[in-house]
């Protein structure tokens, strides 16, 4: 069972109260067995020393005690601190903070890895490809020192979290009420779709919007907005989705972050004010690269992801030229990847990550 500190802290004055109250029950069992043996006076004369004697004793012990306290309050905080992968470390202070909102330009070379975690070494950080902006998972970075890394080498980061689904493995899933948790992901066991319109859902995404913003990432990548285009068993509309994305969007302009809408394509008229970047996911595969076109027209650019078969490695040259010129792509900051979305990449100019 795990108690929180307030809870640690009573229980310890509790045992506190309760040896001085032993103490004092055997001196005074001690000092009537005494007056059963000897003499009033003799009595007095020894309880007055015994007093002085036992007055110390206490006293030290009272502040052997005190300090044992203090110490295991500082140590089941701390404790408290680090429960849970991904919680806070108190070894990285918050990193310094934007002073104004990332506004990235058309044509922006990135990479995205969410299923790997970036190890960097902060005195002397190297990382590939040399891309301007790197797409990381959020939590899997929360306590590294990726970003400001990153930082070093001038490249921007955007904190990728799923805004619409519930995973089970994040420190947070147990803040998500039941009643807000909906149907699983279509190809997606381990997640399911939220109801974007609660307030107990809006107030955890504040919180990861917070952590974001506390690791000093330039952007967020909130995931699966487009509920209301799936089986997802809230009732979810587009305009549950406009809501959402508007909240969301306040929340990170607040703390001097970028935001991007992700696929979503009904909404992109709607949110393209609002939004800084695009990230898309398969516009070509499905022939839909022209509704997000509308952010570079904009001077905004779209981070386009496509999954061809054998990529990042095997893409016969066919499907490259397909993806790399879908129609409606023109601008578009393309990279091939395996679902996985782990380091393998392929770019248009064919440059490959392994």
Known sequence: ?????????????????????????????????????????????????????????????AAVLIIVLIVGLGLGLGLKNRGGGGGDDDSLPPA??????????????????????????????????????????????QNSR??????KLNKKVI???????????????SKFPEEDIGLVLDGWPDERWLNISS??????????????????????DPDNVDGYQNENGMDLTP???VS?????????????????????????????PRMQFAVNEECAEFNDCRTFSQFVDAGKPVFHIEYPEGAPFNTN?????????APGANGFSTILKGMNLNFGAEYCDGRQLQ
């Open 96 to 141: 310094p903070q934007p002073t104004t909102i990332w506004q990235p330009k058309v044509n922006t070379s990135w990479q995205i890895i969410l299923n790997a975690k970036l190890d960097i070494d902060p005195n002397n950080p190297v990382v590939e490809p040399d891309v301007d902006v790197y797409d990381i998972d959020m939590f899997m970075h």
């Open 1 to 61: 069972m795990c108690l929180s500190a307030g809870r640690k802290a009573e229980t310890r004055i509790l045992i506190l109260e309760r040896l001085f109250l032993a103490c004092h029950i055997c001196r005074q069992t001690r000092l009537k067995r005494m007056e059963g043996k000897e003499g009033r006076l003799r009595r007095n004369s020894r309880e007055s020393r015994l007093s002085r004697r036992q007055k110390l004793v206490l006293a030290a012990v």
């Open 159 to 173: 904190c990728y979290f799923s805004a619409g689904s519930y995973e089970k493995n994040r420190p947070d899933s």
């Open 244 to 272: 959402f994305m508007t909240f969301l969007a306040d929340e990170a302009h607040k703390r001097n972050m970028a935001i991007g809408l992700k696929n979503a394509g009904d909404i992109v008229k709607t949110m393209l």
């Open 239 to 241: 305009e549950d989705s």
């Open 317 to 325: 040259a066919e499907q490259k030229q397909a993806y790399c010129n």
């Open 199 to 220: 307030p107990a859902i809006r107030e955890i995404m504040v919180g990861r919007i917070e952590i974001a913003s506390r690791m000093g990432c330039d952007a967020v």
């Open 146 to 151: 990726a970003v400001s890394s990153l930082h």
